[in-house]
């Protein structure tokens, strides 16, 4: 009679432990929706310049993103996350851009209204920090939303 009860009690603890995960998910999912412009971005620890900065834009819509340059598609990319990890990580899979087809992975980090991430270079291993030095291919940026999500029109 034992070994049934350990086998629903360990189940049972596997169900909550995998709703407790989706629900981190679901939360960051939700806190990465909606319209974002720019703070501060590098690559291979150059700074992006100012004027720059101020023409890239981000839009995220469910696990789709698209950063744009001056009303240009710079890329578009389905993601996933995981907040369980830390540093969190996130994963590109590339549909538009200059990387289009790879997947590129980093890490992010969300405080309210900004999102910050690091992602390595198409092929290279995850980043570990929000830091960028010469030659290391990673890209580091820093974004504030300037609009959250639009309302699914199918709900009220």
């Known amino acids: 009679m034992k070994k049934p009860l350990l086998i629903g009690i360990a189940f049972l603890s596997l169900t909550i432990a995998w709703a407790d995960e989706t629900e981190a998910v679901n939360k960051d999912l939700a806190a990465l929706q909606g319209e974002w412009t720019m703070l501060s971005g590098s690559a291979d620890g150059q700074p992006m310049p100012a004027d720059m900065l101020k023409q890239m834009k981000r839009v995220c819509k469910a696990d789709e993103t698209t950063t744009t340059l001056n009303g240009q598609v710079f890329f578009k ?58 030659g290391d291919g990673k890209t580091v940026s820093e974004w504030k939303r300037t609009k959250p999500a639009s309302p699914d029109p199918g709900t009220k």
């Open 77 to 134: 990319a389905k993601f996933t996350i995981d907040p369980s990890k830390s540093p969190k990580t996130i994963d590109y899979q590339m549909l538009e851009g200059p990387t289009k087809g790879k997947t590129q992975f980093g890490i992010y980090e969300i405080q309210g209204e900004r999102f910050k991430a690091c992602f390595s270079k198409a092929g290279e291993q995850r980043p570990t920090d929000f830091t960028t030095k010469d």
